[in-house]
């Protein structure tokens, strides 16, 4: 029997392919849908991470200057577009743990999108004012849009998010201008501009259904709100003169507007200059209340659950997050997670959220339902964190 | 020499040094990572600009250090530059811009 040489070969042939799907199974395929990223921004570097065991897996270098960098995610998960203040736009692919593109495409930027078919990344440029638009797969450019104001003059461009039918929108923060960019066809954008929406717009955020454009006003007590299901409407004024006429505070951190914490119809805002965040009742778009906080709300981040909403504070008091339950408006816990809380993600079922805090040189993983932390990793100077779910979330 | 005078001489003789050693190297390194790190959230790490004005050696080469130094301490009404007298006192301003003027401010790490 063992000198029949048909039989031989098929033995031959199971051992080799028991070999081959050994060896399949030690560099098993890896999926990305619990990894992320952390920013450490004076190394100019990427950490990858995954949240179900809350460990490092590799380090990305060479990103330049990542000062205020941020991050979107391709809709496969897979490669993070990295924003840098140099204004490099950097592709990374996360599951190999390096760089495959690089451009630099400005002098100073700010923030980025990736459009709803994730073929197109967007960046808004401080310097020289302006959006570029560019190919996510190649990197090359497709589209400049200076941001020019009616008056002339040239702006810094913030607040730029992707919305449904393939656009971009974004505000220019000296011009107090906000416009919507069609990119039906990618080389010649459609613009419609929304003009006098207030003082000095310095963040906006889309609602997750991206119906919703909100831009804060650092000029002014108050939001600007446009309507993308009824754009016709223009900008409208929300939560206008929250300060009450009362001198806002300093500002030590500008606060960002991003995510969206709602609970039922009750959206939470960071108050500029003031020691409140602000409850926004979207049926009426207009105020719910204000909870008292610590400091200087920077972001106001909600549970994915909506019940709960974690917000840090402008330095110097940034040592501390609060968590606000939105049932009964209190605070319900604060935290002293260490020296400078600058960000905070949730995992995408919202059990866990990591915080990263500066001038410790850590990222502290806390448990949401006990608010316990529950794991603590070596970050350089952390600052953004981008877990891959963002993939597949408008304005994210 | 009336007395009282030179009691003056001697404090002033005293208090010159004085105000220079005030600055510690370690409260030189904590206004160094101040800069870095909370100007440059608005200037940049590198303090090439982002939503506040580059203040790199060239950018301020034209502004005088008392506008500097007011800048710094009192704010700019109407923008988001804040006051920063509530935490750091004239001296360790001028001594800040000193070193904006070199270009040379990083921090011991």
Known sequence: ?396 | MPRSLLVVFLAIGFALPALADELSRARQNELLYLLEQDCGSCHGLRLKGGLGPPLLPADIADTPDEALIDVILLGRPGTPMPPWDVEITATEVAWLVGRLRTGKVAYDR
């Not at chain 1, 449904?164 to 459609?190: C, H, Q």
């Open chain 1, 1 to 396: 029997m063992t000198g029949n040489p048909a039989r031989a070969a098929v033995l031959i042939c199971l051992i080799g392919l028991a070999a081959a799907l050994l060896a399949a199974c030690t560099h098993a395929p890896r999926a990305t849908g619990d990894l992320g990223v952390v920013i450490e921004r004076a190394a100019g570097r990427l950490v990858v991470i995954e949240t179900t065991g809350s460990t490092i897996l590799t380090r990305v270098p060479g990103l330049g200057d990542t000062s205020h960098a941020s991050v979107v995610y391709s809709r496969d998960e897979r490669f993070a577009y990295v924003f840098g203040r140099d204004g490099g736009l950097t592709k990374v692919d996360i599951l190999r743990g390096r760089v495959v593109g690089r451009v630099m495409q400005g002098g100073n930027s700010v923030g980025g999108a990736i459009s709803q078919d994730g073929r197109l990344v967007a960046v808004a440029n401080y310097e020289p004012g302006g959006v570029r638009v560019f190919d996510a797969q190649t990197l090359a450019q497709i589209a400049d849009i200076p941001a020019v104001a009616a008056d002339g003059s040239t702006s810094k461009v913030i607040g730029l998010v992707d919305a449904p039918g393939n656009r971009f929108v974004f505000s220019l923060y000296d011009a107090g201008e906000t416009w919507i960019a069609d990119m039906a066809d990618p080389a010649a954008p459609k613009l419609t501009k929304f003009t006098r929406i207030g003082r000095l717009p310095y963040d906006a955020l889309i609602t997750g259904n991206g119906r919703y454009y909100i831009a804060g006003l650092f000029g002014e007590d108050g939001l600007a709100l446009l309507d993308l299901w009824n754009p016709e409407a223009g900008m409208r004024r929300i939560l206008d003169g929250y300060g009450r006429g009362e001198e806002p505070l300093p500002v030590y951190k500008m606060p960002h507007l991003e995510g969206w914490a709602v609970a039922g119809d009750i959206a939470v805002l960071p108050a500029v200059g003031r020691h409140e965040v602000l409850l926004l009742d979207m049926a009426t778009w207009r105020e719910a209340g204000r909870v008292p906080v610590h400091g200087q709300p920077v972001f106001a981040v909600a549970r994915p659950d909506g019940r709960h909403v974690w917000v840090n504070f402008a330095h110097p008091r940034n040592d501390t997050v609060q968590v606000i339950d939105l049932v009964s408006r209190k605070i319900v816990a604060t935290l002293k997670p260490g020296k400078a809380v600058l960000h905070m993600e949730f995992t995408p079922r919202g059990e866990r959220v990591w915080v990263s805090v500066r001038d410790e040189d850590k990222v502290v993983v806390y448990d949401t339902a006990t608010l316990q932390p529950v794991a603590e990793l070596p970050v350089e100077k952390p600052s953004g964190i981008f877990l891959t779910a963002r993939a597949h979330k408008t304005g994210l």
